[in-house]
C-alpha cells in the first residue's frame, strides 16, 4: 500500500493510471466493518482502490464533535493495508482548505429534514470536501455506506448537478449482531447506553412492519417511533421521519408511496454522542 500525502503527489501517481479503473472509499478515518465493506465492494469492481482518511472540519458545526471524533491512524493504516486498499490518501488541512477559501458547495435540496435541520452548513461541508477529493482522486466509482443515506442523497444529487462522471455506489449498512449500525462513533456510548441503543434499528425494523401494514398514518408511526426510541434508550431523540429515498419529500399518503422507496431514520442524542440509523425500503 502506498501512502500519499498531498494533492500533487497523488495527481503524479494518477497520471500513471490511465488504463486503470479506480474505486474510492472517502473516509473520516476510524476504520470499522462498514469501511472494510466499502474497501471489499470497491476491490471487487476496480482495478485499483484509493481509501482517503481527513477529519474534515468544514462539516462540524460549532459545538459539535469535531475535536473529540476518534482517530488512531497508526491503526486505520493496518487495518488498510489488510483490506487491500492500493492508495491512502492522507491529506492535510492546509492543502484542503488554504486560506482564505475563496468557493464552497452549498446544497439547497433535501437538507429541509432528517440530520440537515439541526446541522446547519453540515452538508455544505460535506460536500465541498467530497467535490474536491472527486478532483484530486479522480475515480471511476465511490463508495459510500447508507448508514449516512441522507449523505449518500445529497452527493447523488451533487454529481448529477454538475456533471460529474463519477458513479456513485450505495453500500448497505453493516451491523453489530444486536442491530446496532457500526459507527466510529460507537466508541463513546457508555456500557448501559451501548446496550440500550439496540432499540434503534429495532424501532425501526417495527415501524417499518407498521408502515408496509398501511394501517395507521405516517405521523402517528412517526411518533409512536419516537416515544419507543426515547423510552428504550432513556435518551433524546432529534427525529424519528418517514420520507420518501432519495428525494426525502414528506409522504403524504402510504398508497402514494407504492412506486418508490421509503427511508425511516432516527437520529438520538445520547450522553456524549449523537448516533444516526435508517433503513430504506419498498412497500
Ligand atoms: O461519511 C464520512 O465519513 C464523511 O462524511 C466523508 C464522506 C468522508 C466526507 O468527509
Not at 494533492?7 to 472494510?36: A, C, N
Amino acid at each position: 500500500m502506498i501512502v500519499i500525502k498531498t494533492p500533487s503527489e497523488f495527481q503524479k501517481w494518477r497520471e500513471k493510471q490511465s488504463d486503470k479503473t479506480i474505486g474510492f472509499v472517502p473516509t473520516m478515518g476510524y476504520l470499522h466493518d462498514g469501511h472494510l465493506s466499502l474497501i471489499k465492494q470497491a476491490k471487487t469492481d476496480n482495478d485499483r482502490v484509493v481509501a482517503s482518511i481527513f477529519v474534515n472540519p468544514l462539516q462540524f458545526g460549532a459545538g459539535e464533535d469535531f475535536t473529540t471524533y476518534p482517530r488512531d491512524l497508526l491503526r486505520d493504516r493496518e487495518l488498510a493495508k489488510e483490506a487491500g486498499v492500493d492508495v491512502l490518501f492522507l491529506p492535510d488541512k492546509k492543502d484542503m482548505y488554504p486560506s482564505p477559501m475563496a468557493s464552497l458547495i452549498r446544497i439547497t435540496q433535501g437538507i429541509d429534514t432528517l440530520c440537515g435541520k439541526n446541522r446547519p452548513g453540515h452538508f455544505d461541508g460535506v460536500a465541498t470536501v467530497v467535490m474536491k477529493l472527486f478532483q484530486i482522486v479522480q475515480p471511476n466509482s465511490a463508495y459510500f455506506g447508507l448508514k449516512d443515506a441522507q449523505q449518500v442523497a445529497v452527493i447523488e444529487r451533487m454529481v448529477k448537478d454538475y456533471f460529474v462522471p463519477i458513479e456513485i455506489v450505495r453500500v448497505p449498512t453493516v451491523r453489530e449482531a444486536d442491530g446496532l449500525a457500526k459507527s466510529s462513533r460507537n466508541v463513546h456510548l457508555t456500557d448501559a447506553e451501548r446496550r440500550q441503543a439496540s432499540a434503534i434499528y429495532r424501532t425501526l425494523s417495527e415501524i417499518k412492519e407498521h408502515v408496509m401494514s398501511g394501517k395507521e398514518t405516517i405521523m402517528n408511526l412517526e411518533l409512536a417511533g419516537k416515544k419507543k426510541v426515547e423510552e428504550e434508550t432513556k435518551s433524546s431523540v432529534d427525529y424519528f421521519t418517514i420520507r420518501h429515498f432519495p428525494s426525502l419529500d414528506p409522504v403524504e399518503q402510504i398508497n402514494e408511496a407504492k412506486e418508490s422507496e421509503l427511508i425511516i431514520a432516527c437520529a438520538v442524542a445520547f450522553s456524549e454522542v449523537r448516533l444516526i440509523d435508517n433503513i430504506i425500503f419498498k412497500l
